[in-house]
């Protein structure tokens, strides 16, 4: 799985600023996984393409601005961001395993 560098982090900087995020987590499920649902609100430069970070057990749907996006464009922990406007809406549903090395949700 790649991390981000350093130039692709400026290189995103350089399109994308954030204007605001928001999380619901379900954690009632019991079991192995939990739900979460999070929004990303942001400007771009239009007609600008990047890529978010996303490490699921399971991408459950993805939709930018008005368009769902295909949740097996999701490839080592990423997913494509294409035909981006000035303002855009990222919105993700995933299930996500607990953890017990000090990194997520315990």
Known sequence: MPTLTRVEATARAAVISAES???DIDVTGGGERFRSHGTIRFRATP???TFVECKPE???SVRLNS???DPATLV???LPLAGLTERNT???EVDTAYTNTGEGMH
Do not use: E, H, I
Request: hydrophobic letters at 30%; a positive charge.
């Open 21 to 23: 995020y928001q999380l």
């Open 47 to 49: 007609g600008s393409r």
């Open 58 to 60: 399971k991408l459950r």
């Open 67 to 69: 368009t769902d996006l």
């Open 76 to 78: 080592d922990n990423r």
């Open 90 to 92: 990222l919105t993700v």
